[in-house]
């Protein structure tokens, strides 16, 4: 008398990794782990405020209206107005399309720069591994906001320098991982064989080594996205990331900061969906990470 | 009362159990057996047929999501599966203990090996630190390591297999156990250190007068060193005797299948007597015997009905519906 | 004891060209500004033109850039940075009067979310699958999901304005120092404590700890020493990568809490475009983190002994 989860674990270990059936097991088994169904639901529902938000959104986020400035939720604006009158709901479902983005992108950044370093520091050992080793713990530790400060300095503040600058510091953590997983997989059996039949090193690590750590990317990347999107709002809530009038959530609460005690309401909204659109990737991240590479902590 | 030549340690009907996502695995169902004093004990069977699980039961070191949930472990007339678990620790290392297979990774890479020998006698016997020391370096000459005196610092990864196993030995023989249980001590050993383990093992056994579990998959190692033997099939014991009773007279068709794989000699065979089919799951054990799927000589009696362990000559027991009425 | 020795010189000396190669990187970094970054620097003290003429010979400003790294680092190892173009006070002033602010903020935070965060990531991996281990998992998810400056604007919401419990800005009490101190901590103990929990639960299965059980030994003694003794090690490692972790969120608490640290220093400077004073708390950072890294190597060795022989001599 199995389970419905047990049978399910059982005709998940037993087919191919491709295919359009085993997609559909998966999701079936993902949604028993209810703390990462909730993470998908949280995601979808995010996902759909960005890409809907101009038809979501009641009015569009630099609409300013001033006699109406600093009104508590209502129901003609559900989350309030702010000190400029624009309505903070719009401006907030705006801010899921920032944030998403932003967020994607310096995913996508971090992943490029990270795995192929990974790559190659996993597969050629010896002096380069060490560089890159090395280098990876050195821009780890480094607290990201403050080189993002740093290079604002230099660069001048806006969102695409900020991006830069936060996909800089964080790529390291694709890197460690995706190494480890390469100098697993280098000496197993498929690998020797490839370079026995006199394949490139090139061919090999994208056609035989990058396939099999797809999946751990993909864990990472929902794994890190909720950090990016929580520095470059960092950023914005100092002033130096998203200038005004774009409604980056950060930004958002960086105005509501100091009408705390008049119109909490400002700050609040963005916050708690700060928080949630992080919470999310989170949650779902872990769900993926236990089934598709439990190996990988933290 | 316990008399001289009672046995030291009698299981009854052991049932342990792991509760997974899959289902339950019956690891152990219905185990019986009996080691006595001064005597080597082996417990034979293929892997995954539960041996380890039985020592493992025998030690309570069972944990989740395992649970020994039937049966009795008599040890010097107390039923160890009864004690709480305070009691209990006062068994493990000092009356009963087991060194396991992988020495690599069975030793704690953080503490020297002269720590980790000491501890036990500190735990058990209350010794002060410098004395347990001495007995710890002491042991390691025991167990034939050169230098103990530098030995006793050395870290766990700088020793070879063999030397390892010798800390193992070394850690677990210090309280002076009556029964050492030794799953596969030397299946990751080079052969030749294999033999020198096995002979460590008698020899402290002469000298001590403790008893050995071995358990083990290599039928060599029990003809040479066993003196009783009991065969292990998906959970259940299917033949116990001496191990020259069970070697000359084979009554179980799994036991008779598992002698008649050894190739012996150059005799010009043509090929390798093996047992057809494979182990069964132990979440969905066949009803009946367990080996029926796989027996030549399967009757309907045997699909249906499990057959219980019959005493067939002296002290030689077997579980088969060919025997017995 | 030497192989340890060994290890740790090693670190130490590949560490220093790392120093200078960051120190490089930054002297080159606001060469970019524009305008004479160093001339700039000195704009800050009004001086007379005898004075300015020394200063720059000083400072090497009449000399090519590369030369000019090199009296800029000779500045600079003395402890000589300039002088903010705001405030025209000595920027090495500037930071040592902020300096044990920030150092109070975060040393605390970092102790204390181990104190806290240990035990209760032990807790969370011996009933692990029980309501506690549950709650414990939630609650550390949710605090590390959330971004500091919120953490920081709702604890200064809730106990602050509304409840009126403790101050929500300046560094003029002990209870000044709460609010701050708890955003800062929060994060870091959830952290802390998922780490402690996931590595506790895999060294628990480990052989090495049932055969601490086969010994007959206390759980005490086996979960304190054979299994959390191992468990520790990545967590002690990590507690010197906290710290440049640390000072970057303390950058942003700070701000919000307006604790007068080095973090207010930071953003007060950008905002006014005080370069020699960012420029000063960055490499003093960036050198932090260099040394943060070559403790945490030490350490690892320290505690692990197989790194030793690797890695060692």
Redesign the interface.
């Known amino acids: 008398m199995e389970s419905i989860k047990g049978s399910l674990l059982k005709k998940f270990e037993t087919r191919s990794m491709l295919g359009l059936a085993r997609f559909k097991e998966f999701l079936l088994l993902l949604l028993h782990y209810k703390a990462s169904c909730i993470g998908l639901c949280i995601v979808m529902g995010i996902a759909f405020l960005a890409i809907f938000a101009p038809i979501i959104a009641p009015q569009h986020y630099a609409e300013i209206d001033v006699p109406n400035k600093l009104l508590p939720p209502s129901l003609a604006h559900p989350f309030g107005t702010d000190a400029l009158g624009r309505d903070i709901f719009s401006r907030v479902v705006y801010g899921a399309q920032i944030a998403l983005w932003v967020g994607l992108i310096v995913v996508l950044i971090e992943a490029l720069i990270g795995t192929s370093l990974g790559i190659i520091a996993g597969y050629f050992n010896g002096k380069i591994d060490k560089i890159i080793s090395a280098l990876a713990d050195l821009v780890w530790s480094f607290p990201t906001v403050v080189l993002a400060l740093g290079v604002v300095m230099v660069i001048g503040p806006g969102i695409t320098q900020v991006v830069i600058a936060i996909a800089i510091t964080s790529w390291p953590s694709f890197t460690r991982i995706i190494r480890a997983k390469v100098q697993s997989m280098v000496n197993r059996e498929f690998i020797l064989a490839a370079r026995s039949i006199g394949e490139s090193d090139l061919n090999i690590m994208l056609r035989y080594l990058l396939p099999n750590i797809i999946s751990t990317i993909l864990v990472l990347a929902t794994l890190t996205l909720p950090s990016a999107i929580i520095s470059t709002t960092a950023l914005s809530f100092l002033g130096f990331g998203a200038q005004p009038p774009t409604p980056d959530w950060g930004a958002m609460l960086s105005e509501g900061a100091s009408l705390l005690i008049k119109a909490p309401w400002v700050a609040t909204f963005p916050g708690i969906f700060i928080v949630i659109t992080a919470l999310g990737f989170n949650l779902l991240g872990d769900g993926l990470r236990d089934l598709l590479d439990p190996k990988l902590r933290w | 009362m316990i008399y001289v030549d009672a046995p030291l340690l009698t299981v009854k009907n052991l049932k342990t159990y792991f509760y997974l996502s899959k289902g339950v695995l019956k690891a152990v169902d219905g185990v019986s057996l009996t080691i006595k004093r001064n005597e080597v004990f082996c417990l034979v069977g293929e892997t995954g047929c539960g041996k380890s699980v039985t020592a493992l039961s025998i030690m309570r070191l069972i944990f989740h999501p395992g649970k020994i949930v039937d049966g009795n472990i008599i040890y010097e007339g107390i039923d160890l599966l009864k004690l709480p678990e305070s009691e209990m620790r006062k068994i493990r290392g000092k009356e009963i203990a087991m060194i396991f297979q992988s020495p690599m990774k069975s030793l704690n890479p953080v503490f020297n090996i002269g720590y980790q020998i000491s501890e036990a006698p500190i735990v058990h016997f209350n010794l002060p630190h410098e004395d347990a020391w001495k007995k710890a370096v002491e042991l390691i000459g025991k167990v034939k390591m050169p230098d103990p005196e530098i030995r006793a610092k050395s870290y766990p990864h700088v020793l070879s297999g063999g030397m390892r196993q010798r800390s193992m030995i070394a850690m677990m023989i210090s309280c002076e156990p009556k029964l050492l249980i030794a799953d596969e001590p030397t299946t990751a050993l080079d052969v030749t250190v294999q033999a020198q383990i096995m002979d460590l093992l008698l020899e402290i056994k002469k000298r001590s007068g403790m008893s050995i579990m071995l358990i083990t998959h290599n039928f060599g190692l029990v003809a040479e060193r066993g003196d009783d033997v009991a065969v292990m099939y998906s959970g259940k014991v299917v033949e116990e005797g001496s191990v020259k009773d069970v070697f000359d007279e084979p009554l179980h068709p799994y036991t008779r299948g598992l002698l008649g794989c050894i190739p012996v000699g150059f005799k010009r065979k043509t090929e390798i007597d093996y047992i057809p089919g494979t182990l069964p799951s132990p979440i969905n054990p066949p009803v009946g015997c367990r080996f029926h799927p796989r027996c030549k000589y399967a009757t309907e009696k045997c699909v249906k009905e499990e057959p219980q362990l019959i005493e067939i000559g002296k002290n030689h027991t077997v579980a088969c519906h060919l025997y017995g009425e | 004891m030497s192989a340890l020795l060994r290890y740790s010189v090693k670190r130490v000396l590949?560490g220093i060209p790392?120093i200078l190669l960051v120190s490089l990187f930054?002297f080159l970094?606001?060469w970019?500004?524009p305008g004479d970054p160093l001339e700039l620097m000195l704009l800050g003290e009004r001086v007379t033109p005898e004075r300015m003429k020394e200063l720059k010979k000083s400072w090497g400003l009449d000399q090519p850039v590369y030369i000019q790294y090199f009296y800029w680092l000779s500045h600079v190892i003395m402890g000589d940075f300039g002088y903010s173009i705001v405030t025209r006070l000595p920027v090495s002033q500037l930071i040592w009067s902020r300096l044990p602010y920030t150092i109070q903020l975060t040393f605390t935070a970092l102790v204390l979310s181990y104190v806290f965060g240990i035990p209760i990531g032990v807790v969370a991996a011996l009933k692990?699958?029980t309501i506690i281990d549950n709650i414990i998992i939630g609650a550390a998810?949710?605090f590390?999901?959330?971004?500091?400056?919120?953490l920081g604007?709702?604890l200064?919401?809730t106990f602050g304005?509304y409840l009126k419990w403790f101050p929500i800005s300046g560094a003029t009490s002990l209870e000044s120092m709460v609010l701050p101190l708890l955003t800062l901590t929060l994060p870091y103990v959830a952290m802390s404590a998922?780490?402690v929990r996931?590595?506790m639960l895999?060294v628990l299965t480990?052989?090495?700890v049932?055969?601490?059980?086969?010994?007959?030994?206390?759980s005490r003694?086996v979960i304190l020493r054979?299994a959390l003794?191992?468990a520790l090690?990545p967590l002690t490692v990590m507690f010197f990568?906290y710290l440049?972790?640390i000072?970057?969120?303390a950058?942003?608490v700070e701000?919000?809490f307006a604790w007068p640290g080095m973090g207010t220093l930071?953003?007060k400077s950008?905002?006014k475009?005080d370069?020699p004073v960012?420029q000063a708390?960055?490499l003093v950072?960036?050198i932090l983190?260099?040394v943060?890294?070559i403790l945490?190597d030490i350490v690892s060795a320290l505690?692990?002994?197989?790194i030793r022989?690797e890695k060692g001599a």
């Open positions: 590949i790392v930054i970094l606001m970019m500004l692990r699958g998810t949710f590390y999901s959330m971004p500091t400056y919120w604007l709702i200064m919401l304005l998922r780490i996931t590595e895999e480990e052989d090495y049932r055969t601490a059980w086969a010994k007959g030994l206390p003694r054979h003794r191992n090690i990568l440049p972790w000072i970057g969120g950058v942003i701000t919000v930071l953003y950008i905002l475009q370069y960012v708390i960055v950072i960036t983190t260099v943060c890294n945490g505690l692990d002994p197989r022989v």
